[in-house]
């Protein structure tokens, strides 16, 4: 997993609530095999028309927020499927960080096996930074070690997150890895269950 | 001294499943939860099995993992086998987990083998989902396994990975939630209603943050198919998982099945089975009460769950929605769904009729819609279709006969599959189409670039399928 530290980048508004993972990356870039070269289907039906030509007006198409790395958008994002490849895509067209009121479950733990930083400010806050990333300026700042956002005028957003995601982030730490640590407790746990359950031993 | 309080159904599922507690500052942190069982499909499981190679690990417990073909999968010719499948990187994914099961010696139903058909489906009619689990997938809709009292819920890719390696997850314990259904529902009204009833309720992003337990008399009334519906669609209220205590209904219709106990297991098992309810005096973090009593069938008119009105409403005008966010994603709605606020939702005219999906092809809710449809015929110029959810709904609908009443209609009698839900194989809506559809999700493009969903129940999409438009099943009662 890559770590995530601090990002300086481009914020690019997506003011719209219940962005699901369909129209994050529609189904028909789920059939690859691989992690990569999602980029190409982010937002597919929102970027391009009928005929595949893009749509100059979708935020990601204007010139001044080509590269956006910080993506601020509405209520509920990531909801519906839990394709992963939502974070792949979004992480492939350079997408480093997600601010918004709240995420959906899956998509939040998504992004934490990937690198993906979701942030989560109060609504008043998000309002003020989806306002000042349609201005000229719209750089910001996202540092997760003091986890604040510092918006393009300079004011300063801290947000909350789990310690635990927070320092597995930072170190860009192999959960699996990890787990695998603990291998005797699994043992020890499957050895009591195969003598409480022993019917799950025989399917 | 404060007695201690009981625990929910959910903490004990959960409290039997920790291999190891992570408790950083005195904090409970992640948990490492055993699973008990894997169910994987062709579509969120190839890198994971990629990963696997990358770090040369093994699968830790290929015998509690089980495999099916089913998200992309076409839904006519599929005895013709893999290798006929038209679409080419549809084809790759199908043989990727063929050989993935095979390497891995991981129990797998190919397309075309009676016992396949959508993930959610097969589980529970091979007796491989049984109370008091703990189930994951690499797929939302995974939290239907909860209607047997069992753990379950969608996962990623990157831990589905984790899954085959480990047979464990890293998990943050969710808040409780209890939904009690009292009351006798109407006819005509039943388990998806109550789905959609409850979503308009608290909202799509209402469930975040909690495991829901659905109780009440007339949860305990709903057969298990019914049970499956309802927990299906807890994930489109933003719960992890949604639960139903087993009781005889899920005894019932685990005995006998392929994977379930039999003889001296059988009566163990359900000794351990029964240990799982709530405590009388355990305490939810929230709760819900709904009378089923009032509750109409029910319709989406937007593009998410809940979007929903009593069929014999009207189309919501985007005014009366306070928030200017709600506002804007009403009007962006309707314009996408080419529908007026305060026009009555029964005259909107569909092209397309769906009976299928995990939510709702089981053979109880192919029964409902066949008494519907018996005797009838589907309304000049709609292609109506059913896909039942596995190989063996099919044949058991075959022996009774509801083949022949759908196809006398007019509707098209399909292999089974995820089909149009997802609409990653050829079953797709045409732009501007419109659907009556007993699937899950409405969302924008969900059954085709352009097409218009509206979520409903199996017998309610039998009516609309009859009379052209959205109707209202109570009409149509026989
Ligand atoms: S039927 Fe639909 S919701 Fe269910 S598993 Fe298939 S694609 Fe997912």
């Known amino acids: 997993m890559q770590p995530f530290i601090r990002l300086d980048a481009k914020v690019a508004p997506l003011p719209l609530a219940n962005i699901d993972t369909d129209q994050i990356i529609p189904k028909q870039f789920l059939k690859t095999v691989e992690r990569e070269g999602l980029a190409k289907g982010l937002f597919y039906d929102l970027r391009f028309d009928a005929e595949g030509r893009e749509k100059p007006d979708f935020v990601l198409n204007r010139p001044e927020y080509k590269g956006a790395g910080v993506l601020v958008t509405g209520d509920n994002f990531g909801c519906g499927s839990s394709r992963e490849h939502a974070p792949w895509a979004l992480m492939d067209f350079g997408v480093r960080c997600v601010v918004s009121t709240s995420f959906a479950e899956i998509f939040y733990s998504n992004c934490f096996q990937n690198g993906l930083l979701p942030v989560v400010l109060e609504a008043d806050e998000v309002q003020q930074l989806m306002d000042e990333a349609k201005g000229g300026n719209h750089v910001v700042t996202v540092d997760l070690e003091a986890q604040t956002v510092v918006s393009p005028s300079g004011r300063t957003f801290r947000f909350e997150i789990d310690p635990q995601r927070k320092q597995k982030m930072l170190n860009g730490l192999d959960p699996i890895g990890e787990t695998l640590q603990a291998a005797g407790a699994i043992d020890l746990y499957e050895m009591k269950r195969a003598l409480t359950q022993p019917w799950l031993e025989d399917a | 001294m404060r007695p201690m309080a009981g625990k929910t159904l959910y903490d004990k599922i959960w409290d039997a499943h920790v291999v190891a507690q992570e408790s950083p500052d005195g904090q409970d942190g992640e948990a490492i939860l055993y699973i008990d069982l894997h169910l994987i499909h062709e579509v969120t499981s190839p890198q994971a099995f990629a990963g696997l190679r990358a770090h040369r690990r093994p699968v830790r417990r290929p015998d509690r993992t089980l495999a099916v073909a089913d998200h992309n999968i076409p839904t006519v010719g599929q005895g013709l086998g893999v290798a006929a499948v038209a679409d080419e990187e549809a084809r790759l994914q199908l043989q990727m987990l063929e050989k993935n099961v095979a390497e891995n010696g991981i129990e797998f139903f190919p397309m075309g083998d009676v016992r396949n058909g959508i993930v959610h489906v097969v589980g529970p009619?091979?007796?491989?989902?049984?109370?008091?689990?703990?189930?994951?997938?690499?797929?939302?809709?995974?939290?239907?396994?909860?209607?047997?009292?069992?753990?379950?819920?969608?996962?990623?890719?990157?831990?589905?990975?984790?899954?085959?390696?480990?047979?464990?997850?890293?998990?943050?314990?969710?808040?409780?939630?209890?939904?009690?259904?009292?009351?006798?529902?109407?006819?005509?009204?039943?388990?998806?209603?109550?789905?959609?009833?409850?979503?308009?309720?608290?909202?799509?992003?209402?469930?975040?943050?909690?495991?829901?337990?659905?109780?009440?008399?007339?949860?305990?009334?709903?057969?298990?198919?019914?049970?499956?519906?309802?927990?299906?669609?807890?994930?489109?209220?933003?719960?992890?998982?949604?639960?139903?205590?087993?009781?005889?209904?899920?005894?019932?219709?685990?005995?006998?099945?392929?994977?379930?106990?039999?003889?001296?297991?059988?009566?163990?098992?359900?000794?351990?089975?029964?240990?799982?309810?709530?405590?009388?005096?355990?305490?939810?973090?929230?709760?819900?009460?709904?009378?089923?009593?009032?509750?109409?069938?029910?319709?989406?008119?937007?593009?998410?769950?809940?979007?929903?009105?009593?069929?014999?409403?009207?189309?919501?005008?985007?005014?009366?929605?306070?928030?200017?966010?709600?506002?804007?994603?009403?009007?962006?709605?309707?314009?996408?769904?080419?529908?007026?606020?305060?026009?009555?939702?029964?005259?909107?005219?569909?092209?397309?009729?769906?009976?299928?999906?995990?939510?709702?092809?089981?053979?109880?809710?192919?029964?409902?819609?066949?008494?519907?449809?018996?005797?009838?015929?589907?309304?000049?110029?709609?292609?109506?279709?059913?896909?039942?959810?596995?190989?063996?709904?099919?044949?058991?609908?075959?022996?009774?006969?509801?083949?022949?009443?759908?196809?006398?209609?007019?509707?098209?009698?399909?292999?089974?599959?995820?089909?149009?839900?997802?609409?990653?194989?050829?079953?797709?809506?045409?732009?501007?189409?419109?659907?009556?559809?007993?699937?899950?999700?409405?969302?924008?493009?969900?059954?085709?670039?352009?097409?218009?969903?509206?979520?409903?129940?199996?017998?309610?999409?039998?009516?609309?399928?009859?009379?052209?438009?959205?109707?209202?099943?109570?009409?149509?009662?026989?």
């Open chain 2, 125 to 478: 009619e091979q007796g491989r989902t049984q109370p008091g689990m703990t189930i994951v997938c690499g797929d939302s809709h995974t939290s239907t396994h909860g209607a047997f009292g069992a753990l379950a819920h969608g996962i990623g890719t990157s831990e589905v990975e984790h899954v085959l390696a480990t047979q464990t997850l890293r998990q943050r314990k969710s808040k409780n939630m209890r939904v009690v259904i009292d009351g006798t529902p109407a006819p005509g009204v039943g388990a998806k209603d109550f789905a959609l009833a409850m979503i308009g309720e608290i909202g799509t992003n209402g469930g975040a943050g909690y495991v829901i337990e659905y109780a009440g008399e007339a949860i305990r009334a709903l057969s298990m198919e019914g049970r499956m519906t309802l927990c299906n669609l807890t994930i489109e209220g933003g719960a992890r998982a949604g639960l139903v205590a087993p009781d005889e209904t899920t005894f019932d219709y685990l005995r006998g099945r392929p994977a379930a106990p039999k003889g001296g297991a059988w009566e163990m098992a359900l000794g351990y089975w029964k240990s799982f309810f709530s405590d009388p005096d355990a305490q939810f973090d929230r709760e819900i009460r709904l009378d089923a009593a009032t509750i109409a069938p029910l319709v989406t008119w937007g593009t998410s769950p809940e979007d929903v009105v009593a069929v014999t409403g009207a189309v919501p005008a985007p005014d009366s929605f306070a928030h200017p966010d709600k506002r804007a994603s009403a009007e962006r709605a309707l314009d996408y769904m080419g529908l007026a606020g305060g026009q009555p939702i029964a005259d909107a005219r569909i092209d397309v009729v769906f009976i299928g999906s995990c939510t709702n092809s089981r053979i109880e809710d192919l029964r409902a819609a066949a008494a519907i449809v018996e005797g009838r015929q589907v309304a000049a110029g709609v292609r109506a279709m059913v896909v039942p959810g596995s190989g063996l709904v099919r044949e058991q609908a075959e022996s009774e006969g509801l083949d022949e009443i759908f196809t006398a209609a007019g509707f098209e009698w399909r292999e089974p599959g995820c089909s149009m839900c997802l609409a990653m194989n050829p079953d797709k809506l045409m732009p501007g189409q419109r659907c009556a559809s007993t699937s899950n999700r409405n969302f924008e493009g969900r059954q085709g670039r352009g097409g218009r969903t509206h979520l409903m129940s199996p017998a309610m999409a039998a009516a609309a399928a009859i009379a052209g438009h959205i109707a209202d099943v109570r009409d149509f009662l026989r």
